[in-house]
């Protein structure tokens, strides 16, 4: 049977690839022409929806955005072509470059800190009981919630009096008050923190997946060979666990990288712009400022860091792989 | 216990002995800490939803006043019409996503034709362009659609219909629909049945499970959506529930209570489609993420 699919399916590209535009007169050929017309059609009918919606909704926006990013945008007075004017503004403005280095502290703070803490968890939480996975289940629902809703409920407990939810809390270990996303020194640990608290438990759920697949005769076998419980996780456990770290870093790493509505939630940037992050910044250039053009250049940007990033992450494995 | 579980069950070595109480007493005190630190914030929401008077400096998980005024008050606010407006955007976003998705599918996984690599690689690059990228010019062409000149701007359409294709659903259903043996269609076929009977009564059954995921995912994407419907906006009545609430905390006039019945409202449904799908949800991720 599949033999069979397949040779007519070799035929049906050939023969339409060979056919396509000449005028069939021939009755039988006709027919054979109509059918195979419909088997190259019919495919991209059924793709028609997701390539509209694609096109008008990602590349048309894309396309219009490199075009707005050299250019000086002007609502109703026209638009001023200004070449790479825009990106040079944006990478000499010293707001940009601050909002740079705090998405790279925010990022790379956030990503290892999630998967720190949900490494741990994994640990913690290993196993095929049933008040395990309901402990798992009930760990996991920072992630299902909305940024927006978290960001509310942690706003409050960062409430800055001493008597704060937070500040309660910590003061039982005799420490604060701090004064969390409203003091330019703490801002940033702080939207950090809640980041890691809500992309932690996604960590644990792919290192859980990790460790489900690792051989339990190598535990037994370090073991056997008298290995304490940390030098098993460091020499048998870490090293089986290093592709889904490969793959957390660069989900993480990218998701950082554009970082938006926690930060706008939390502290919408301030105080005194000390969480103000690229894509903020990009917002208020072009929702408060009305800077479109620069606002594009600096989306691009950040596309740009993305893609080399992807790209490279992805050669690097590639590579790994081949070896 | 089993009889075959040992303490290499587990990378940490847990033990699964009854009498080992240090160790079993050890692991219940952590779990019921992680549970405390990754719950408590939420149950806090409930209780507050609940208080008639949540102050920032006494928040509990038990409501010290239990009532509704809350409730009662957020109405006057316009709760329930940002709720219904990220219900609309939800169903009718979540609807469009998995057809297009499916049918996308369809092509990819069940058929071979030219450009089929082109494709892929187009739907690839979309989901390589974070959607915060584009957010700028989006509003832009939402305000005045190509070719047809449409403004979509303050509509909930503008917002269901740039999440109506995502690559991410589109990748999970043609990887599953690989795996539907071409016997099945060759059968149908002999019978007769043609194209859409075919999609529609012999693959599209038969891919549930992968639906359960897309479904669960999809819903996720959307409800997280913050910045899209942000744009789309043209003035606040059109403002999601998600997005009310920055606007409802920065009303003086509204209390911390209001915002928590609202932060309530928004946290339920994801927590249903999550209890209710959470078998796709958990596969959903480790596959999507290994694949993407």
């Known amino acids: ?323 | 216990m089993s009889v075959n579980s040992s303490r290499f069950d587990s990378a940490i070595g847990w033990s699964t002995r009854q009498d080992a109480w240090v160790s079993r007493g050890i692991r219940v005190l952590l779990s019921a800490l992680a549970v405390i630190l990754f719950c408590g914030p939420l149950l806090v929401i409930f209780s507050g939803a609940f208080d008639d008077n949540p102050d920032p400096t006494q928040l509990s998980v038990i409501p010290d006043n239990p009532s509704l005024i809350n409730f009662q008050v957020a109405t006057e606010n316009k709760i329930w019409h940002y709720l219904t407006n990220s219900l609309i955007i939800a169903g009718g976003a979540l609807l469009l996503q998995l057809s297009v998705s499916v049918f996308a599918a369809y092509a990819l996984a069940r058929k071979k034709f030219r450009g089929q690599a082109i494709a892929l690689l187009v739907i690839l690059a979309t989901m390589m362009l974070p959607e915060e990228v584009i957010a700028i010019p989006l509003s832009l062409v939402i305000g005045d659609l190509p070719l047809v000149h449409v403004s979509l701007k303050g509509t909930l359409l503008g917002v269901i219909l740039p999440l109506g294709a995502w690559g991410f659903s589109i990748f999970v259903m043609t990887e599953f629909m690989k795996e539907i043996p071409a016997e099945l269609e060759e059968a149908a076929k002999v019978d007769g049945a043609g194209e859409l009977r075919l999609f529609a009564q012999i693959i599209l059954p038969l891919c549930k499970p992968a639906l359960g995921v897309i479904a669960v995912f999809g819903f996720n994407m959307i409800w997280e959506q913050y910045l899209l419907p942000l744009i789309v906006a043209a003035d606040p009545s059109d403002y999601t529930l998600t997005v009310a609430l920055l606007a409802l905390r920065s009303d003086d006039m509204v209390g911390t209570g209001i915002v928590l019945a609202g932060a309530l409202l928004a946290l339920v449904p994801s927590l249903v489609v999550y209890l209710s799908l959470q078998k796709s949800f958990l596969r959903g991720i480790t596959t999507g993420a290994i694949k993407g």
């Open chain 1, 1 to 323: 049977m599949t033999a069979v699919a397949s040779t007519s399916d070799t035929r049906d590209v050939g023969s339409t690839a060979s056919g396509g535009g000449a005028v069939e007169t021939h009755p039988v050929r006709r027919r054979r022409r109509r059918r195979l017309t419909g088997a190259t059609f019919i495919p991209w009918l059924f793709l028609l929806p997701a390539a509209l919606i694609f096109l008008v909704f990602k590349f048309i926006p894309m396309a219009e955005g490199i075009r707005l990013s050299l250019f000086e945008v002007r609502p109703f007075l026209g638009d001023i072509f200004v070449g790479f004017k825009n990106y040079a503004t944006i990478l000499s403005d010293e707001k940009f470059l601050t909002a740079s280095w705090h998405t790279l502290v925010l990022a790379g703070g956030q990503t290892i800190g999630a998967m720190v803490i949900g490494f741990w968890l994994a640990l913690l939480l290993e196993g095929h009981t049933k008040s395990l996975w309901f402990v798992r289940s009930a760990v996991f629902l920072p992630v299902v919630a909305a940024t927006a809703v978290i960001g509310e409920i942690w706003r409050l407990f960062f409430y800055p009096a001493p008597e704060g939810f937070l500040n309660e809390v910590i003061s039982w270990v005799g420490l604060g008050p701090w004064e969390y996303i409203h003091d330019t020194d703490t801002s940033l640990v702080s939207v950090m923190f809640v980041g890691i608290w809500k992309h932690a438990p996604y960590d644990m759920v792919l290192i859980l997946a990790g460790l489900a697949g690792i051989d339990r005769q190598q535990y037994e076998a370090a073991a056997i060979d008298g290995a304490s419980t940390w030098q098993r996780i460091w020499n048998v456990t870490l090293p089986a666990l290093r592709p889904v770290i490969t793959i957390l870093l660069t989900l993480a790493a990218i998701r950082g990288l554009r970082v938006f509505t926690e930060v706008y939630v939390l502290t919408g940037g301030g105080p005194a712009g000390s969480t103000d992050v690229w894509m903020t910044r990009v917002y208020t250039t072009a929702f408060e400022q009305s800077e479109a053009g620069l606002a594009s250049a600096g989306s691009v940007l950040l596309f740009l860091v993305t893609l080399v990033l992807t790209v490279s992450v992805q050669w690097y494995r590639r590579r790994k792989e081949a070896r």
